[in-house]
């Protein structure tokens, strides 16, 4: 007779340890708690999760291939820093990405997609804890991309965005909160309307007009490297 357990999880989808430490190192870098060209050390993350260095240096290279760490001489792992010239890029990247792939999803939209988008961008909207504002931003916006039904393009844009979520709460000071509301609302009403080219050029003012704003606010050591560029976004 076959051996039978209750309740026996799943270890095969359970996450790895390095899995684990990546996505917490993520989130403090993301949000702040890790800043721009702080060191990294493995001994101390090794010994907060009560882990070998091992999983925490594939950890720590899995960040390295998102760009969120970089390995220097002498240092080790630090918190990779941006020049504005790199945000600049990223944010080009972003809106040519993400215009297409609001383009292909509209046609697709349901019922279900506009009540999913309506409570994220009001979600977003009334949270003030800036430690949930890069999560909630990613689940807005990849809400009116999913249908589109390409999700190696996701992943893609996913990765990029990772990049500068950690900017997030610059964008949202003072008037960038209100427009960033305002056109979240925007894209919604449009995506509604199944107008996929409006949305399409929506999506990409939407994003250089965020990184306009944010070149405007982007403390050193990203603004030391200045270059020309095109609200949150």
């Not at 009001?122 to 807005?140: C, G, I, M």
Request: proline share 5%.
């Amino acid at each position: 007779m076959p051996l039978q357990l209750p309740n026996v999880p799943n270890l095969g989808q359970s996450p790895t340890n390095s899995e684990v430490i990546a996505q917490h190192l993520r989130s403090a870098i993301v949000t702040g708690q890790l800043r721009e060209g702080e060191p990294i050390r493995q001994d101390e993350v090794a010994s907060l999760f009560k882990v070998s260095k091992i999983p925490v240096r594939e950890a720590l290279k899995h960040l390295e291939a998102e760009g969120l760490v970089a390995f220097q001489r002498n240092r080790g792992a630090v918190v990779h820093s941006l020049s504005e010239s790199e945000v600049v890029q990223i944010y080009e990247i972003r809106s040519m990405l993400e215009s297409n792939a609001i383009r292909l999803s509209v046609p697709n939209m349901t019922a279900a997609t506009f009540k999913r988008a309506q409570r994220l961008r009001d979600d977003f909207s009334r949270e003030q804890d800036p430690f949930r504002w890069a999560q909630l931003h990613w689940a807005f916006h990849s809400c009116l991309y999913e249908d589109a039904k390409r999700p190696m393009l996701l992943n893609l844009i996913q990765s990029i965005n990772n990049r500068t979520e950690r900017y997030l709460h610059i964008q949202l000071q003072g008037e960038g909160r209100q427009t960033a509301d305002t056109e979240h609302q925007a894209l919604v009403d449009v995506c509604r309307r199944g107008d996929a080219d409006a949305a399409a050029c929506m999506v990409q003012e939407h994003i250089m007009s965020a990184c306009e704003l944010l070149r405007r606010q982007l403390p050193a050591p990203a603004a030391q490297q200045a270059a020309p560029a095109g609200s949150a976004a």
